[in-house]
């Protein structure tokens, strides 16, 4: 794949074509940066630029694009580091198949340096959860993902492959704030809360979690033990009867025990 140059002139570059539209195409090239020179050439004049299947992990060299007015970064390596400059002329923003994750930190920098941005579609990163990519996910996991693109975008008329309707417009006003999905840490150790802590005193053992607070003298403060109980008869101090049917059946003969357990269970 070749570049397209314009203003009536030719390029030394193999495949350039002359573009009465001003589009710039730089596909397929395996660059892991945007070249200079397309900048230094291209970068005043240019109002489309398509930089699809490369291998970008930065779009640094955007800023001197500065008419820009649609850019297409198809099947690259962005991830959720990628920064733009601010392109008030951006209407049409597509980052189809890279590897974003992080949907609330990518939607406020769009709020932020793509003012005019109406069109955008995200398909193909994790950050949306489409059933063509996530067969986990499913119609309503992509709808509440356009709710809440839409509470940070509300000026968007395209989002991915559907036009925005005005309901979900309103829908995203009303409730979209709470549809950011919160995916849990892989790490083992944040799956521990501050308020779930482990008292493993049955083994002869006590752990506390490495968040545990402490008072105003400096040392740990002796958590409760966690269990599954209702809160009213989690503290020692203040203990409720709770009645439940046993899942254990003792089954010794020769025990004291033996005096409350009932005959049907011997």
């Avoid at 940070?152 to 549809?179: H, I, S």
């Avoid at 089954?251 to 005096?259: A, D, Q, V």
């Amino acid at each position: 794949m070749g570049l397209t140059g314009v203003e009536g002139k030719g390029c030394r570059y193999s495949g350039c074509k002359m573009c009465p539209d001003r589009a710039i195409s730089y596909i397929g090239h395996d660059c892991k940066d945007i070249p200079d020179f397309l900048g230094d050439t291209y970068g005043h004049f240019a109002r489309r630029l398509d930089l699809s299947f490369n291998q970008l992990r930065s779009l640094a060299g955007i800023k001197t694009f500065t008419e820009l007015e649609e850019l297409v970064v198809d099947n690259n390596l962005l991830g959720n580091d990628l920064q733009l400059p601010r392109l008030p002329n951006l209407h049409t923003l597509t980052l189809n198949k890279n590897q974003l994750t992080d949907i609330e930190a990518l939607l406020e920098h769009l709020a932020d340096v793509t003012p005019s941005l109406e069109y955008l579609s995200l398909l193909g990163n994790e950050a949306c959860p489409n059933q063509l990519v996530s067969p986990d996910k499913d119609e309503d996991d992509y709808q509440r993902y356009r709710y809440f693109v839409l509470h940070k975008l509300p000026q968007l008329k395209f989002l991915d492959t559907r036009k925005v309707t005005k309901k979900e417009v309103m829908e995203a006003q009303a409730r979209g704030a709470f549809m950011k999905v919160v995916k849990p840490k892989s790490d083992a150790t944040a799956l521990i809360s501050s308020e779930l802590l482990i008292d493993a005193s049955y083994l002869g053992e006590k752990r506390v979690c490495p968040q545990q607070p402490r008072n105003e003298a400096g040392s740990e403060s002796h958590p409760l033990p966690y269990t599954p109980l209702p809160r009213g008869s989690r503290d020692a101090r203040n203990h409720k009867g709770v009645f439940a049917k046993c899942r254990y059946v003792y089954y010794g003969k020769h025990s004291e025990g033996n005096r409350f357990i009932r005959n049907d269970q011997l």
